[in-house]
């Protein structure tokens, strides 16, 4: 029995650690990603459970915005946290996903404000909006993240001489 143990458990192991690995992204920003998808989700269901409206192009906006944003969401988790990744330029991967979330950030919260002075003030139409406001914030805070990285790598990239009036030195060819 104890020699069976042993051929299965590494099988069993590597089945879903081998499809699936998070540890990609540092612990913030998979926290990020995950409540990016949980928020647009959950927006996307409360608005789909609106049944009328009086001023109908909030929320069919809102609607597109909030799926758009949760397919979105999923399919960058999916390229990070598979084989996916392996396979794929990640210089691509990362500026792909500062881009799509910038605007995905942006075009959320501008769905959110048009949805929050045209919705008809039920339950489901306020949740969805709070659900919008709440996912745009994590977008941007996000893309927030990834912007501070990306300047604290581009300035360790380009060291400046300088010297004491402020100007750049050039070497002397001479």
């Given at each position: 029995?104890?020699?069976?143990?042993?051929?299965y458990r590494?099988?069993?192991?590597?089945?879903l650690?081998a499809?699936f690995?998070?540890?990609?992204l540092?612990?913030?920003?998979?926290?990020?990603?995950?409540?990016?998808?949980?928020l647009?989700?959950?927006a996307?269901?409360?608005?789909?459970?609106?049944?009328?409206c009086t001023?109908c192009?909030g929320?069919?906006?809102f609607?597109?915005?909030?799926?758009?944003?949760?397919?979105?969401?999923?399919?960058?988790?999916?390229?990070?946290?598979?084989?996916?990744?392996?396979?794929?330029?990640?210089?691509?991967?990362?500026?792909?996903?500062?881009?799509?979330?910038l605007?995905?950030?942006?075009v959320f919260?501008?769905?959110?404000?048009?949805?929050?002075?045209t919705?008809?003030?039920?339950?489901?139409e306020?949740?969805?909006?709070v659900?919008?406001?709440?996912?745009?914030?994590m977008?941007l805070?996000?893309?927030?993240?990834?912007?501070?990285?990306?300047?604290?790598?581009d300035?360790?990239?380009?060291?400046e001489?300088?010297?004491?009036?402020?100007?750049?030195?050039?070497?002397?060819?001479?």
């Amino acid at each position: 029995a104890m020699e069976n143990g042993a051929v299965y458990r590494p099988t069993t192991e590597s089945g879903l650690s081998a499809y699936f690995s998070p540890g990609r992204l540092p612990w913030q920003q998979r926290a990020l990603k995950g409540l990016q998808l949980l928020l647009s989700l959950l927006a996307f269901v409360c608005e789909e459970v609106v049944s009328q409206c009086t001023m109908c192009g909030g929320l069919y906006f809102f609607e597109f915005v909030s799926c758009s944003a949760f397919l979105l969401s999923l399919l960058i988790l999916i390229v990070y946290c598979t084989p996916v990744y392996d396979h794929v330029d990640a210089e691509k991967v990362k500026s792909s996903d500062f881009y799509i979330t910038l605007g995905t950030g942006i075009v959320f919260l501008l769905a959110s404000i048009i949805f929050a002075t045209t919705h008809d003030r039920t339950s489901a139409e306020l949740a969805a909006v709070v659900f919008g406001f709440l996912a745009s914030i994590m977008f941007l805070v996000d893309f927030s993240i990834m912007a501070y990285a990306k300047g604290q790598k581009d300035q360790l990239r380009k060291p400046e001489v300088t010297t004491r009036a402020g100007t750049l030195t050039e070497p002397l060819n001479g």
